[in-house]
Nanobody
Framework: QVQPVESGGGLVQAGDSLRLSCVAS????????MAWFRQAPGREREFVAAITWTSGTTYFLNSIKGRFTISRDSAKNTVYLQMNSLQPGDTAVYYCAARGTYCFGYMCEVDYDSWGQGTQVTVSS
C-alpha cells in the first residue's frame, strides 16, 4: 500500500501563494492517480485536484481552476499542489491521497484508498 506524507502548509495572507508537497512511499508502482482533498472546519471533505501518475492527466474542482495547479515528479514519487491567489475560503486541512485503480473524469474525484495525515493551510484576510 502507498503511504502519502504531506508538507508545505502554513499561515499566509490573502493573495499569497503556497506549494504543498506529497511524498508517496511504499508500493508506488501500483499507483494510478494521486489527488488533493481539503476539509474546512464544519464542512465535508472535498476534492480539489487529481493527477494520473503515468499520463499526467489532471482534474480540478471547478472553483479553483486557474488558481491551483497539480503536478508530479515521478523520480521523487512526489505530487505538488501549487496554490496561487489564495483566499480565506481556501483555509482548510489539505490531504493527499492515492488510488491504485483506473479512473477517468469524475471517477478520479473519488475512491482513494491511501491517505496522508493532512497539512493545515490558513489564509488570513
Amino acid at each position: 500500500q502507498v503511504q502519502p506524507v504531506e508538507s508545505g502548509g502554513g499561515l499566509v495572507q490573502a493573495g499569497d501563494s503556497l506549494r504543498l508537497s506529497c511524498v508517496a512511499s511504499g508500493r508506488t508502482l501500483s499507483t494510478y492517480a494521486m489527488a488533493w482533498f481539503r476539509q474546512a472546519p464544519g464542512r465535508e471533505r472535498e476534492f480539489v485536484a487529481a493527477i494520473t501518475w503515468t499520463s499526467g492527466t489532471t482534474y480540478f474542482l471547478n472553483s479553483i481552476k486557474g488558481r491551483f495547479t497539480i503536478s508530479r515528479d515521478s523520480a521523487k514519487n512526489t505530487v505538488y499542489l501549487q496554490m496561487n491567489s489564495l483566499q480565506p475560503g481556501d483555509t482548510a486541512v489539505y490531504y493527499c491521497a492515492a488510488r491504485g485503480t483506473y479512473c477517468f473524469g469524475y471517477m478520479c474525484e473519488v475512491d482513494y484508498d491511501s491517505w496522508g495525515q493532512g497539512t493545515q493551510v490558513t489564509v488570513s484576510s
